[in-house]
């Protein structure tokens, strides 16, 4: 089945600085590629997704790449703030097949 | 619309009692899915339902069960609860389209078992 990588394990980084996490996964076949924002407390939450038909895509400060070759897909998060301090998880999946999610990146943004 | 129920928020229980997690969604999504969250080890998936009528064995199904009650509700059984088994629980209700799979997720159920 497909395994899923996610670095780092935490991330701090100062207001207005960029952030960027990194997922590898496992199968050449998977295709879906979505990020969830947990905040503290609540539930996972859709930020981001991306297909594999597309290389990058961005909504507002938050951007998200794929390279299909290497198997790997990063957020990126510019002009950090501290609304942005949660736990964020990668996931990939193939079709219409189950989500297999990351082990998450716990981001503290600091003033 | 309320999206993706789940019940209770809180629990605890003691070493070999038993318990059902009930989760219902309103959003006619045909695949329901079973996650327990642990720290530094992400979402784990423990049952699945691609459609009423299936179920299908996650990555961690031991000492769980499942019932597809209908479309709309999914539960998780514990038979014997151990320690083991402390997590926050997750139920998942999932939306396919476009080539993806969104999950919509529960509040949570944050289970202790002493």
Known sequence: ?111 | NAGVTQTPKFQVLKTGQSMTLQCAQDMNHNSMYWYRQDPGMGLRLIYYSASEGTTDKGEVPNGYNVSRLNKREFSLRLESAAPSQTSVYFCASIALGGGGTEAFFGQGTRLTVV
């Not at chain 1, 394990?9 to 997922?23: F, M, N, P, R």
């Open chain 1, 1 to 111: 089945g497909e395994n899923v990588e996610q670095h780092p394990s935490t991330l701090s980084v100062q207001e207005g600085d960029s952030a960027v996490i990194k997922c590898t996964y496992s199968d050449s076949a998977s295709n879906y590629f979505p990020w969830y924002k947990q905040e503290l407390g609540k539930r996972p939450q859709l930020i981001i997704d991306i297909r594999s038909n597309v290389g990058e895509k961005k909504d507002q400060r938050i951007a998200v790449t794929l390279n299909k070759t290497a198997k790997h897909f990063s957020l990126h998060i510019t002009e950090t703030q501290p609304e942005d301090s949660a736990v964020y998880f990668c996931a990939a999946s193939k079709g219409a097949s189950k989500l297999t999610f990351g082990t998450g990146t716990r981001l503290q943004v600091t003033l």
